[in-house]
């Protein structure tokens, strides 16, 4: 699939791939912290679970990507 990227694509990515983990780690910390305050906010767990979700499937996909490419997990 990314096989062939240039050194500057796949530096790109590994950029792209930090900026998704960061994300990802703020909307786990988002559902962690309404889990912690359960009831309150009980009707805001389905659009929190999901950006989670969606969040991390991103980071996946990008993760595959590099190492389709052959860059490696990073």
Known sequence: MSEGLTDEAIESLKKRIKRL??????????LHDLAEDLPVGWETIREVATETYEAYQAL???????????GGRD
């Open 21 to 30: 983990s960061a994300q990802a780690i703020e909307h786990k910390m988002r």
């Open 60 to 70: 996946a996909a990008a993760r595959a990507e590099l190492a389709g490419a052959g």
